[in-house]
C-alpha cells in the first residue's frame, strides 16, 4: 500500500514557474513508477509525466516536455515535478500516482493516487 498527498500548487502567472511535491507512505516506494497526470474540468485525466523507479528514466507528455522537469529521492519517499514557463492551458489539479508494475503513461492503469492539488495559470 501507498498513501500518497500532493502539495505546491497554487495560482501564477504564465511564464512563471511552480514546483509540485508527493510525498509518499509504504516501505515499498523505491520499488514504484510515480506519474503526475492533471485533469481540467470538462476534460478526461492526462499523462504529465512519469520516472521510473530508479530516477533514471523519465518521459513527458509532449505538451510539457522541455518545460516541466519530474524528478524523485527516494530517500525521502519524495517525486517532484517542476513546472516552467507555464502556460494558462496549463491549469489544472495535478494528480500524483504509483505503482509498482505498470510503467506506462495510461491513467487507469495506475493503483495509487493522491488527492491532488490545484494549479491556475492565469494570462
Known amino acids: 500500500q501507498v498513501q500518497l498527498e500532493e502539495s505546491g500548487g497554487g495560482l501564477v502567472q504564465a511564464g512563471g514557474s511552480l514546483r509540485l511535491s508527493c510525498a509518499a507512505s509504504g516501505r515499498t516506494f523505491s520499488s514504484y513508477t510515480m506519474g503526475w497526470f492533471r485533469q481540467a474540468p470538462g476534460k478526461e485525466r492526462e499523462f504529465v509525466a512519469i520516472?521510473?523507479?530508479?530516477?533514471?528514466?523519465?518521459y513527458y507528455a509532449e505538451s510539457v516536455k522541455g518545460r516541466f522537469t519530474i524528478s524523485r529521492d527516494n530517500a525521502k519517499n519524495t517525486v517532484n515535478l517542476q513546472m516552467n514557463s507555464l502556460k494558462p492551458e496549463d491549469t489544472a489539479v495535478y494528480y500524483c500516482?504509483?505503482?509498482?508494475?505498470?510503467?506506462?503513461?495510461?491513467?487507469?492503469?495506475?493503483?495509487?493516487w493522491g488527492q491532488g492539488t490545484q494549479v491556475t495559470v492565469s494570462s
Open positions: 500516482a504509483a505503482d509498482g508494475s505498470y510503467s506506462g503513461s495510461s491513467y487507469y492503469e495506475y493503483d495509487y
Open positions: 520516472i521510473s523507479w530508479s530516477g533514471r528514466r523519465s
